[in-house]
């Protein structure tokens, strides 16, 4: 058994440097979608695609089995001026191999990969789905939420990025809002026109003080940031529009509607999101995943950093090898040894598990 852990763990190590190389930036990721379909063709997996998504299903698949999601992505953030290393050199010192989206999240793609094939075969009471994913880094519409669909009922995800292998179980939401406060123009050496910006000013003080009730124990309150605003087109007009954005950080206590909604009836701005759909998502803790994670010994944490979790409206982990610290950072790294480990703990993790379809 060991010696069958070994042989994917270097296969996976291998992939992962192969990818490294290959440059992949969100809606560029071609490439290492063409690396990833020859990697599970290779190794007699047949691979499905859609756009740069590669997924593939547990042999012997059925649906009458609970299906779990293992899910990473492949697609990279740029890397900026502060590297010292080549971003896509792979470069491997000892244990440490260095390189654009090793650690986020290569390193979890590769492990789930080589935990897929170690089920392939297998009689578990569960069916596996394995797809690594493009667009994460941008929440793109040509990632995962546009094959979802495809994949049909999925009872359970296990999100590949780095957690340390420690259980994420909650991660906040992001929603983005636009507001436009509206006046009425006037000179403003004389007692006209209605000043927009003022209406904007008493909004930026509501979202700055108020704070929504419900506070999750994992992931803290509700967060309301302003972080840009706008108004005025030279000294002496009084501005008719002022527009500004709020940048909001979800907890698993409200939906993003729901702020929205409260959002809306106490400013006096014009409001319109972005988008809601990057809801912020919590975990049973006596979710079986859960209690045989902790019976591992692994620590249960709310994650203040989004991922494809976000899109997901069924029961989501998220755990994989490597330092969430170390993401977007110059010279990202992984350490081979947590990727082996990282892939040793996902096997056992899954290696006797069962649970219950969702209704």
Not at 219 to 244: F, W
Request: net charge negative.
């Amino acid at each position: 058994m060991s010696e069958l852990i070994d042989r994917l763990s270097e296969d996976a190590i291998g992939l992962l440097q192969q990818l490294i190389q290959i440059q992949s930036f969100s809606r560029e990721e071609s490439g290492t979608a063409d690396m990833l379909e020859k990697f599970l063709a290779q190794h007699a997996i047949p691979a499905q695609r859609q756009g740069n998504n590669v997924w593939a299903l547990s042999n012997d698949f059925d649906p009458q089995k609970p299906t779990i999601l293992l899910n990473s992505h492949h697609d990279t953030v740029k890397p900026g001026v502060a590297w010292t290393y080549p971003p896509f050199g792979a470069v491997l010192e000892g244990d440490k191999l260095t390189g654009l989206g090793s650690n986020d999240a290569g390193a979890s793609a590769v492990s789930l990969l080589a935990v897929f094939r170690y089920f392939y075969n297998r009689l578990t009471a569960y069916n596996l789905i394995c797809a690594v994913t493009a667009e994460e880094e941008i929440s793109g519409a040509y990632g995962i939420k546009s094959i979802l669909p495809k994949l049909g009922k999925i009872d359970l995800g296990i999100v590949g990025e780095p957690t340390g292998m420690h259980a994420a179980v909650a991660e906040k939401g992001l929603l983005v809002l636009d507001g436009v406060a509206r006046g009425r123009t006037g000179h403003a050496a004389r007692n006209e026109g209605e000043n927009a910006l003022y209406k904007a000013l008493d909004d930026v003080a509501w979202l700055r003080t108020y704070q929504f009730p419900q506070v999750s124990e994992l992931l803290g309150p509700v967060k309301m940031t302003v972080t840009q605003i706008s108004a005025g087109t030279q000294h002496n007009v009084v501005p008719d529009e002022c527009r500004y954005v709020v940048d909001i950080r979800t907890n698993e206590c409200y939906s993003n509607e729901e702020i929205l909604a409260e959002v809306r009836a106490n400013v006096q701005a014009e409001i319109t999101p972005r988008s809601t759909h990057l809801q912020s998502s919590g975990l049973n803790l006596e979710h079986p995943i859960v209690r045989k994670a902790v019976a591992m010994g692994k620590t249960t944490y709310g994650s203040p950093t989004l991922s494809d979790q976000a899109l997901m409206r069924f029961d989501t982990l998220k755990m994989g090898p490597g330092d969430s610290a170390r993401s977007h950072a110059p010279d990202e790294y992984i350490l081979l040894s947590e990727i082996r480990s990282g892939i040793a703990d996902y096997i056992e993790l899954l290696t006797d598990f069962t649970f219950k379809s969702q209704p």
